[in-house]
């Protein structure tokens, strides 16, 4: 799966998956979406970022959760 607006450099924000080369990690994008924030009101507090963006984002989040494997406590 290829991830256009996904981006991981070494040199920004310590080689976190990042939007777009931006010092805006998909992290804390992820973080506001699961705190109730809605895509409009991020989208207006943070004017630079798209709706692509954000659609992205939980698309790669969905690809990275499929690839992990957790073992919980008994």
Do not use: H, N, W
């Amino acid at each position: 799966m290829k991830f256009e607006r996904i981006t991981v450099d070494p040199k920004v924000f310590f080689g976190k998956p990042c939007i777009r080369g931006l010092r805006f990690p998909v992290s804390r994008l992820l973080g506001l979406l699961a705190a109730g924030e809605t895509k409009e009101t991020i989208l207006r507090a943070y004017p630079y970022l798209e709706s692509e963006d954000i659609d992205q984002a939980l698309r790669f989040a969905a690809y990275m959760a499929e690839d992990e494997t957790i073992e919980l406590a008994r």
